[in-house]
Structures are given as structure tokens and as C-alpha cells.
């Protein structure tokens, strides 16, 4: 079984990624859950989301204490929460920032594999706005494939298109891969 | 869900959903004739979804918005008397507020059903999972049914529907989920076809109605010292009938939707020297670490009630008797009692058994606090150490 968790803060699209990666896990015919930690809401504050991926039906309903994968949507958490804590040794580390992977684990001291990507600036470019959710995940999928970025493609469009329209539909795709491409990996 | 792995996606028969959506999707191939809600906090997604449903003509329902809680219980007791099939959800403190009609639709016999996502009572305010709504009207009345995740609250729904209709049960039917755990949890649910759901809850068949102007009745009327009592005693033997009735719907059910429905869930248990009793989500949890233990080559299993009022305690005595230790897991607390209500249910139900196993219990998981597997593993610990106090608190400081 694969466990991610998401750190975000509330209204940049945790939830949504975490759903998305899920979803794109189950169109691969993958059993999934994935969930996020209610509090307080209230927009900018820190928030999680967690998703579980398993070639057998998921039956755990607690928290995931030691992720295989940490996704940080907000570098400003780094500063305030201890991210990496239960990650696995061997794990994943996706941080979205201008800094390279090294900065970061000078920063968090992991000793896993670091991927970052500054999603911000592709989203300003792209959007004109920051919306750092969708840039992650082409980080993550670049540093490791848990899903197809075709599957991941398809959630896209299913999830937006009707939403936002064919246009923001294909922006949010090119920034997923634009990410992609400059994603930057270490160890 | 099926054993192996999903189907492909072209023309599957599941989607990923959250446990509240599923009951939502439930809700619309029920098509009830009333729904009645109040739309605000504390109400969950389901009735967010269903007035999605409604808003779109995709049901026929009539759909009530009131201004309490009290008001929506208020308005599916009208409805259902009148002969309609009645649905209501709520939560936490919306259950509270409606307590007092609560009691009032079952005393008037009336098959409502009512979705309730599992969260704490205030005070302190905690919005999170714990079973203190539901067991605070175990008496009510009503008949409980309890789910593991969102696949079987959305199984239960529709079950509940024809249970509480059968000509021998006609009383309301309370179906819980667990707050956030599985209400907004994502996963994957595997429907059953419309069709095959309109077959089998078929139309409702009143045997009063309010409407029928021809054949006018009393509903509620003042009851004293003269028939108050023997009401309260056929209410009483109403609800004994549905532990039979249970099964018969239960077997319609697998019939014609082909979805298995027991009183409750033997995991690892028959062969088991010990033995962990507990309802809702962490079942699920549960099922990880006996399958952890098991490879250990330790002898433990599961027990995952689901109908809870009417208890089972026949047939639950049974598949206890001669373990070792059994250990009650309770997600609400009975002030002052000997246990949570779970374990009184399973105390009192075992009381005469001559192959009485060492009962335990285990206060777990208020206000939604995580109760993880190293938790769980610690209880089953205790069990085969042979030391665990009559009342423990997991998971809890000081």
C-alpha cells in the first residue's frame, strides 16, 4: 500500500489533488481512499489531505502516520510544521518552491528523495494567479510515476472542464506538465 | 466492494465518492415522496447532494426546508402518517434538537428513515466522530443499523427502507456512518443497478394515511393510564419482530440486489481465542491488525455488529461463547455506568451463559480522536496477557 499526505493550506486545492491522484489511481484500477483533516476552516490556514492507494480494497480508517510520500503545497509551512515527520526514510519529499532539492534538505534534513518544483511562478505565468495545486503533481509523478500523467490528464478534464471551461481545463493541464519538465530531483 | 480488483472503467459499476455522496446516490434511487431538512450546520453533505438531486428534477420528492431540526423530524412524522416515504438526515446536536419527535415517530409506528453521520455532542464544541449522537437515543425507539464505510451506509439506506416498511417492523430506521471518517473519506463504492433498488424496495404500502379522508384515524392522541402502557407493549413487540424480519429482508436483499446483510460480521472469529467487539469505521482497522496477528500465528478475530437496536444477543452470545477474553470496544461513553453501551448490550446478553469468555471494555476514539493499529494491536495485547482492567480508556492522556 502506498500512503501520501498533503500539506496545503485551506483554499489552494489540497483536497483537490489529493482526490485527483486517488481518482486517477482508481481509473488505473487501483482500490483508493483518500481524506482530509477537518478543523477550524478558514482560508490560509495549514491543512492536510491524505490519499491511500492498494491493489487490494483499502479497510484502514486512521491517520497515516508514516507516509511514503509528503507533498508540501505552501513552502511557508516548511517553517511552521514539521512535514517530514513519520515520512519514510526511503520516501518522497515534493516540496513546491523556488529552491533546489538540496536547499530543501539542508532545510528539512530528509534523507529520502527530494523533488521540487517552483509551481507559484509556472501558475503566475500560466494563470496569472497562484494556484500551486496542480503544479505539484507533475513534480510528483515526474519523480515518481504512482500514476500515468495520461490517467491524471483525464481527471483534469473530468474534474474542471465543466467547472471552469475548456480553456483553464488546458492551462491546468499545461502547467501540470510544464512542471514536469522543470522539476528538479535529488537522491 | 468486489475481492479482486475493480472492473475496467468503460461501463463500470462504482465511482469514488465520500460515504455522505454515497448515501446521497442512494437517497436519489429511492426517490422518496418527502425529504425534510434543515440546511444548515450541522447538516451533512447527504442532504447538500440530494437537494442537488432534487434541484435538477432528477427525483420526484418534495423536498421540505425548515428552520430546525426539530421542525425536519416535525415534518417527515407528518408525512410519513399521511402514508409517504419519509427520509431525514442529520448530525451531532441536529439529532439532539430533534429528540423530542424523535421518540414521537416511533411511538406512532411511523417507517421513516433517517441517515445519521456519527459526530460528538457539544459541549466542548468537537465536530469530529463519536457514536454519543445515536447512543443517546438507543432508546428511543428506533431501529439502529451501523456501517463500516460509505459502501455499506449506502447498502444499509437502502435496506432500511423496505425493513422499516415490512408489515411487522413499521418503525423508523436510524442509519449511521462515522463522522469525517468515512462521510468525507473518498472511496470507491460499488452501486446497485436503479432498477434492481426500485424492485426491491417496491412502492409503499400504508396501512393507514392520514390522506385517506374515508377511513379516518387517530394519530397521537392523548393516552393515559388507561392504554399508554399497552401501546408502549406492542411497541416493544414491534421491535422484537424486526430481529426476525431483519434476516427475511436481509435475504430479499441479496436475492434481487445480490448484497449480503448480516446482524453482524464474523472477521477471524470463529476459531478465535480473542475476540474484539467494535461497530463503524475502526472495524475496518481492526480487520488490518487481526490479519497482522494472525500471520503471527495468534489466535484473535473480529466481531462487527451492525444492527444494533434490535440487539442480536442471542445469536451474539453465541459467537462468543467459550473464547478466551473478549474485549468491547465502545466510541461513546454511559456516565456512570459500568461501560459504554455496547458493553452493557453485551454484558447483559452473555449474563446467563455458562461459557461466559472474560468481557472487557475499551472506551475509545471520542470526539474523533485517531485510534490507530498500534492501538488496536495494545488491546488485543492486553487480552492475551491475560491483564486488562474491567473499564480502559484508549488513546487518552492521563
Given at each position: 500500500m502506498l500512503e501520501l499526505k498533503f500539506f496545503g493550506r485551506a483554499g489552494q486545492g489540497g483536497k483537490t489533488a489529493a482526490e485527483m491522484i486517488a481518482d486517477s489511481a482508481l481509473d488505473e484500477g487501483k482500490f483508493t481512499q483518500s481524506f482530509p483533516e477537518y478543523g477550524p476552516e478558514r482560508e490560509g490556514a495549514p491543512v492536510k489531505a491524505f490519499v491511500r492507494i492498494n491493489d487490494k480494497p483499502v479497510r484502514l480508517h486512521c491517520q497515516i502516520q508514516s507516509p511514503d510520500i509528503v507533498v508540501v503545497i505552501d513552502p511557508t509551512l516548511l517553517e511552521c510544521l514539521n512535514v517530514t515527520e513519520g515520512l519514510k526514510e526511503n520516501g518522497l519529499l515534493v516540496v513546491n518552491t523556488p529552491k533546489t532539492p538540496k536547499e530543501i534538505r539542508e532545510q528539512t534534513k530528509f534523507s529520502g528523495k527530494i523533488c521540487t518544483v517552483d509551481g507559484t511562478k509556472i501558475s503566475r505565468e500560466i494563470f496569472g494567479r497562484n494556484f500551486p495545486n496542480m503544479p505539484v503533481l507533475g513534480a510528483l509523478i515526474k519523480a515518481k510515476e504512482i500514476i500515468r500523467m495520461k490517467s491524471l490528464e483525464n481527471q483534469i478534464i473530468c474534474i474542471f472542464a465543466k467547472k471552469i471551461g475548456e480553456e483553464k481545463t488546458k492551462k491546468n493541464i499545461e502547467t501540470v506538465k510544464r512542471a514536469y519538465e522543470e522539476a528538479q530531483i535529488d537522491g | 466492494m468486489p475481492k479482486n480488483k475493480p472492473k475496467p472503467v468503460k461501463g463500470r459499476d462504482y465511482d469514488s465518492m465520500t460515504g455522505a455522496d454515497a448515501v446521497a446516490f442512494g437517497m436519489r434511487q429511492i426517490n422518496p415522496d418527502v425529504v425534510a431538512a434543515?440546511?444548515?450546520?450541522?447538516?451533512?453533505e447527504i442532504m447538500e447532494r440530494f437537494s442537488q438531486f432534487y434541484a435538477d428534477g432528477i427525483v420526484d420528492t418534495e423536498m421540505i426546508l425548515v428552520e430546525s431540526e426539530h421542525s425536519a423530524m416535525s415534518a417527515v412524522v407528518g408525512a410519513a402518517a399521511a402514508g409517504a416515504r419519509a427520509m431525514t438526515a442529520t448530525a451531532a446536536n441536529g439529532l439532539a434538537l430533534m429528540w423530542e419527535i424523535v421518540y414521537i415517530a416511533a411511538s406512532t409506528r411511523l417507517p421513516i428513515v433517517m441517515n445519521v453521520v456519527n459526530r460528538a455532542l457539544s459541549g466542548p464544541i468537537n465536530i469530529h466522530c463519536d457514536h454519543s449522537d445515536s447512543m443517546g437515543c438507543r432508546d428511543s425507539g428506533w431501529i439502529q443499523i451501523y456501517s463500516e464505510n460509505g459502501q455499506e451506509a449506502y447498502e444499509n439506506t437502502i435496506f432500511a427502507v423496505k425493513f422499516a416498511e415490512h408489515p411487522k417492523v413499521r418503525l423508523p430506521v436510524m442509519v449511521c456512518q462515522d463522522g469525517f471518517i468515512t462521510s468525507h473519506s473518498v472511496e470507491p463504492i460499488n452501486f446497485i443497478h436503479d432498477d434492481k433498488v426500485k424492485q426491491f424496495i417496491g412502492k409503499p404500502k400504508p396501512e393507514f394515511s392520514l390522506l385517506d379522508v374515508d377511513n379516518p384515524i387517530t394519530l397521537g392522541p392523548l393516552d393515559l393510564f388507561d392504554y399508554y402502557f399497552e401501546h408502549k407493549r406492542q411497541q416493544i413487540e414491534g421491535m422484537e419482530n424486526a430481529r426476525k424480519a431483519f434476516l427475511d429482508v436481509a435475504k430479499e436483499f441479496e436475492k434481487t440486489c445480490g448484497r449480503r446483510l448480516q446482524y453482524f460480521e464474523e472477521y477471524s472469529s470463529k476459531d478465535a481465542d480473542y475476540v474484539l467487539v467494535v461497530m463503524s469505521s475502526t472495524a475496518g482497522t481492526a480487520k488490518e491488525v487481526v490479519d497482522r496477528l494472525r500471520k503471527q500465528g495468534k489466535k484473535v478475530g473480529l466481531i462487527k455488529p451492525r444492527l444494533f437496536r434490535p440487539f442480536p444477543y442471542e445469536e451474539i452470545t453465541k459467537a462468543l461463547e467459550g473464547k478466551k477474553a473478549v474485549a468491547v470496544m465502545d466510541r461513546s461513553a454511559s456516565f456512570g455506568a459500568q461501560g459504554g453501551p455496547l458493553f452493557l448490550e453485551i454484558s447483559s446478553a452473555m449474563l446467563n451463559s455458562a461459557k461466559k469468555p472474560k468481557l472487557c471494555n475499551y472506551i475509545f476514539g471520542l470526539g474523533g480522536r485517531d485510534t490507530s493499529m498500534q492501538d488496536i494491536e495494545k488491546v488485543f495485547e492486553d487480552l492475551m496477557n491475560g491483564k486488562p482492567k474491567a473499564l480502559n480508556y484508549l488513546g487518552v492522556r492521563g
Open positions: - | 434543515f440546511p444548515i450546520t450541522p447538516q451533512t
